[in-house]
């Protein structure tokens, strides 16, 4: 076995979403290559091997029609993605949306005859694409509008110009869409709207701090999860689709795990039941919930599933598995949760390398962090990862562990709890060396450690950090610090930074968000990063 290396990133495949045909006889996911493109791979229930659906580079968000005759997903090759439609009796893929700034996510009705989709607009709302024109990303003002696309390809707007709106729902005769609209202050109501056109109705406010929503099978009920004033978990609830006060949905032991925030449950065929992730982040498990009867596991205890979809009758469920040791993988299962067939994309590229196994860390409001720890590590230094899916595989964790360096993972903002519950636990780190990592405006959210870090490294941070670090650190201390910028913010910044206070800036040729880099250009972070805090971290 071997340690793993920056460069084992350009062999690593992930499965980022999936979906299943209505009848359960075919699946199909979305696959995540080295080079960063994406792709369909398409299987049929157990018969064979998935086998490659479309070749990309920027095909996600698969989802079949009620009849199970098309798929509609996401294309976008470098710029706003489009809606694009495939035969399952065969044929190219082809596009359904014509839009300026593409499509950033679709519902299809029941009846398949309409889909509701989120659409960046500007000021005067949504525009169709003009002859010849390409899409192009949308500006910063646009805000997410719903529209409704007929089957002709026509459509009309149904949100407000200016109202940010997503995660639509169609109720199931397709009169009615129900969609999460974020008020001014930033937090989410759920609403709904008449496909026939009107003003959208207000059905849960912002204190309940609502998700994603689905209608019951008669259309009189909507339910999500939520998290109502003063209660610290979320729960299913429901409401009235007419408008009411939101009710729980089921009355379950008080220890009863929450459901997913930000995923929307699924009613069974018969709306006797629903299916919803239930845990915490990294460790939400797939379960059926009736309203006074105990919970049905629908995954095996302690797979940790990051998506699911799941055919009309309840038979097949298609998992997105994230587990922290690999990327994510697809698996069918069946309905006492057998596994029928998985995906094996991710094993070539880790087949020999050795990968550490996080400890998981309780923190206070429920939330994780993850240590990972070389095992032969006695006085073991550390850096503090700010980190937003710590529950996922991390090659930046995994890179600094094979060089020797503890890593702690934990959501932004949480870097000095995560960092007291890793040294009560852990005497073998070494409290006196530690760094901090962390990307974006996540910077500055755990700014008060920086007095005592020995080292830090900030990819694209805001524009007051190298400010702020020029006037020093809290305290007075200055720790040595690795700025990492994208060619859209180095080139218009310089770190001035005070004598005394070891600074290296690098400026990569890309630009926007990391996540979106290259991954060769994701390598070189990943080197420089372990690089700096194995340097700065030393006795």
């Known amino acids: 076995m071997r340690q793993f290396r920056p460069l084992d990133l350009l062999s690593l495949r992930a499965v980022v979403d999936a979906a299943i045909a209505p009848a359960g006889d075919e699946f199909t996911y979305a696959v995540r290559e080295p080079s960063g493109a994406t792709a369909l791979w398409r299987g049929f229930d157990q018969s064979g091997e998935p086998a490659p659906l479309t070749r990309g580079p ?19 090759d470098g710029a706003a993605a489009q809606i694009y439609l495939l035969d399952r009796r065969g044929g190219e893929a082809m596009p359904f949306t014509r839009l300026s700034f593409g499509v950033r996510e679709f519902s299809w009705s029941l009846d398949g005859r309409s889909i509701a989709a989120i659409v960046p607009a500007g000021p005067s709302g949504p525009r169709p694409l003009a002859a010849g024109d390409s899409s192009e990303p949308s500006p910063a003002d646009a805000t997410d509008a719903l529209i409704l696309l007929q089957m002709d390809g026509t459509w009309r707007q149904l949100s407000v110009d200016g109202l940010a709106c997503s995660r639509p729902a169609f ?47 008669d259309a009189t009920h909507v339910i999500f999860a939520a998290r109502p004033p003063g209660q610290g978990a979320p729960s299913l609830y429901t ?29 069974s065929i018969d709306g006797s039941s629903v299916y919803a992730l239930l845990g915490t982040p990294g460790r939400y498990e797939l379960a059926e919930v009736r309203p006074r009867l105990a919970r049905r596991p629908r995954s095996p205890q302690g797979l940790p599933v990051s998506r699911f979809a799941i055919d009309d009758e309840g038979s097949r469920t298609a998992l997105v598995v994230a587990e922290q040791l690999g990327p994510a993988r697809f698996e069918l299962r069946d309905t006492a949760g057998h596994l029928l067939l998985r995906s094996r994309h991710e094993e070539p590229g880790l087949a020999d390398v050795q990968r550490f196994a996080p400890y998981p860390l309780a923190l206070e409001g429920g939330a994780f962090a993850h240590l990972y720890l070389p095992e032969t590590a006695e006085s073991a230094p550390f850096v503090l990862l700010a980190s937003r899916c710590g529950h ?42 530690f ?34 670090l ?42 926007g968000p990391v996540h979106a880099w290259p991954p060769m250009v994701q390598t070189t972070r990943l080197a420089l990063e372990a690089e700096w805090f194995s340097r700065h971290l030393a006795l």
């Not at 095909?59 to 996401?74: E, M, Q, V």
């Not at 974020?182 to 709207?193: F, S, T, W, Y």
């Not at 408008?243 to 220890?255: H, L, M, N, S, T």
């Open 171 to 217: 109720a199931p005769n397709g009169g009615r869409v129900a969609f999460l609209a974020r008020e001014p202050a930033g937090r989410n109501c759920l609403a709904i709207v008449s496909v026939d056109g009107g003003d959208a109705q207000l059905l849960v406010g912002p204190e309940y701090e609502p998700g994603p929503a689905a209608f019951s099978p």
């Open 470 to 511: 020029a006037g020093a650190a809290p305290g007075g201390a200055r720790p040595a610090v690795l700025l990492l910028l994208g060619a859209d913010v180095g080139r218009q910044r310089a770190a001035r930074v005070a004598d005394g206070n070891l600074v290296a800036q690098h400026v990569f040729s890309e630009s």
């Open 58 to 76: 920027r095909d996600t968000n698969p989802r079949y029609s009620p009849d199970g005759r098309h798929i509609a997903f996401l294309r976008g």
């Open 392 to 433: 996922g595989f991390s090659a930046q964790a995994q890179t600094m562990a094979s060089g020797g360096l503890a890593v702690i993972a934990a959501p932004p903002g949480l870097l000095g709890a995560a960092r007291a519950a890793a040294l009560g636990a852990f005497p073998q780190l070494d409290g006196r060396r």
């Open 239 to 267: 409401v009235r689709a007419e408008g009411g006060v939101p009710e729980p949905y089921a009355e379950g032991p008080g220890d009863a795990p929450p459901p997913a925030a930000g995923h929307a449950p699924v009613y």
């Open 435 to 468: 760094g901090v990592c962390a990307e974006g405006d996540d910077a500055l959210l755990d700014w008060p450690l920086l007095p005592e870090a020995r080292a830090a490294a900030f990819t694209n941070p805001p524009e007051e950090l190298p400010t702020q």
